[in-house]
């Protein structure tokens, strides 16, 4: 499986961005996926996750302001961002799992697959 995300950027706080994950590989309906983000000096943080059941999850710093809609046709995964907050700048990376049925959003920074990850920077 191999994730390739995009659309991180510059943005005011309060502002909203939407990030994008393309996944290759036929499995993509049977996986849990998730987002995760990592700032500077800090620890990997789960941010969204959806299982092979559509069941969402999202961590409490983000509760609200967050969504990870997902489209099986078209192999994405995205993550909608809104109030952005200076607090929420990180690398954001896509992450999977075709062998897992459901998911936490605490397990996401160890899903087997990731992508390269992209930044996102509030100010």
């Known amino acids: 499986v191999q994730l390739v995300e995009s659309g991180g950027g510059s943005v005011q706080a309060g502002g909203s961005l939407r990030l994008s994950c393309e996944a290759s590989?036929?499995?993509?309906?049977?996986?849990?996926m998730g987002w995760f983000r990592q700032a500077p000096g800090k620890e990997r943080e789960g941010v969204a996750c959806?299982?092979?059941?559509?069941?969402?999850g999202f961590a409490d710093s983000v509760k609200g302001r967050f969504t990870i809609p997902k489209d099986n046709a078209k192999n994405a995964l995205s993550l909608q961002m809104r109030s952005l907050k200076p607090e929420d700048t990180a690398m954001y990376y896509c992450?999977?799992?075709?062998?897992?049925?459901?998911?936490?959003?605490?397990?996401?920074?160890?899903?087997?697959?990731r992508g390269q990850g992209t930044q996102v920077t509030v100010s």
């Open positions: 992450a999977a799992d075709p062998g897992l049925d459901y998911i936490g959003v605490g397990s996401v920074p160890t899903l087997r697959y």
């Open positions: 590989g036929d499995t993509y309906g049977r996986m849990s």
């Open positions: 959806i299982d092979m059941y559509g069941n969402a």
